[in-house]
């Protein structure tokens, strides 16, 4: 069985005064119908600028995708007309993003902008629209959500237009959900009912989920792979479960070693030394041997992810030697 996506070598680079930005540097991953796969690592690493690729969302100029495949559906998502690409978004691919106060219209209504893709994609009538516009406000947690339908989106907290941004998102039922830090803005509470309703629908629909996340608590409860990236480029990739019991990338110990739950208590939080690489110049080998306190001369080598396990990859050399 074909997967529902598959990226292979991306590459999409910023053409600044300042050089280049090589922001996604040869990133390649799989996804089945179904499955949820964990884009993990800090800010900056290329995690969001990966997915917006996907979809033609990056601004050109002064972006620009220097090589790559993603294909979905028969076709190559980096390689059809404009045209085509318009009906993906929205009704096939839907992402929810980062910033809700960037991500809705300040001039139109929430229901306004909830019905939308339900009349340009789905062609329901306006009393169809609207009627599935409440049902989901009300699955999101918005309360009174027939009367906030005509609010607009400067009446809403921060957290309530996340929750709008969710609803808009998941509103077309699509068969992939990238989902960039969803959670974010919200308490516990609203998250986990968020995280079991985006659940369901996977159940139901058999959706596919990219989720982007900082949270390791959060990829480990809902994810079924992990892809963990550094400095534009995937430096380990397994299940969730190999990855949490087992990681095999110093960097991946170390966002592990740096999480408070990790840490002993009466002694000072793990941070991990040094700064990321600068991307505007080329990096030889692993982008993390600066950081790394077990880097050898080998690692200015060339390096590529390589599997060590049936379900882990990494791109660590002395992992893939056995040495650590």
Do not use: W
Request: glycine share 8%; with cysteine; charged share 20%.
């Amino acid at each position: 069985m074909m997967p529902l996506l598959t990226v292979e070598n991306l590459a999409t680079h910023f053409h600044t005064r300042a050089g280049i930005v090589r922001a996604v540097d040869g990133v390649s991953y799989t996804l089945e119908k179904g499955q949820t796969l964990g884009i993990v690592g800090e800010s900056g690493s290329g995690k969001s600028v990966s997915c917006y690729s996907l979809l033609g969302l990056i601004p050109m100029p002064p972006g620009r995708i220097e090589s790559g495949s993603a294909h979905f559906d028969g076709g190559d998502l980096l390689n059809i007309s404009k045209d085509e690409l318009r009906k993906i978004p929205g009704q096939r691919i839907s992402m929810i993003f980062q910033d809700p106060m960037t991500a809705l219209n300040p001039y139109m209504t929430i229901g306004a902008q909830l019905m939308e893709p339900l009349l340009l994609h789905k062609g329901l009538s306006k009393e169809e629209a609207a009627k599935r516009s409440i049902e989901m406000l009300e699955a999101v947690g918005i309360q009174d959500a027939e009367q906030r339908m005509n609010a607009h989106p400067h009446q809403f907290s921060g957290g309530m237009r996340q929750r709008v941004v969710i609803a808009m998102a998941l509103i077309t039922e699509p068969d992939i959900l990238i989902a960039d830090e969803p959670t974010t803005a919200l308490d516990v509470t609203v998250q986990a009912q968020i995280l079991e309703l985006i659940k369901s629908l996977q159940e139901k629909n058999g959706m596919a989920v990219i989720l982007i996340t900082h949270d390791l608590g959060v990829i480990a409860g809902t994810c079924d792979s992990v892809a963990v990236m550094y400095a534009g480029r995937l430096v380990e990739q397994a299940s969730a479960s190999s990855l949490f019991h087992s990681p095999r990338h110093p960097y991946t110990h170390a966002l592990m070693k740096s999480l408070p739950s990790m840490n002993t208590d009466g002694k000072e939080l793990y941070s991990i030394p040094g700064m990321p690489p600068d991307l505007t110049k080329p990096i030889e080998g692993c982008a993390f041997a600066a950081r790394c306190e077990h880097a050898i001369e080998a690692c200015r080598g060339d390096i590529h992810l390589h599997s060590i396990m049936p379900d882990h990859a990494t791109a660590c050399i002395r992992a893939q030697k056995g040495e650590l």
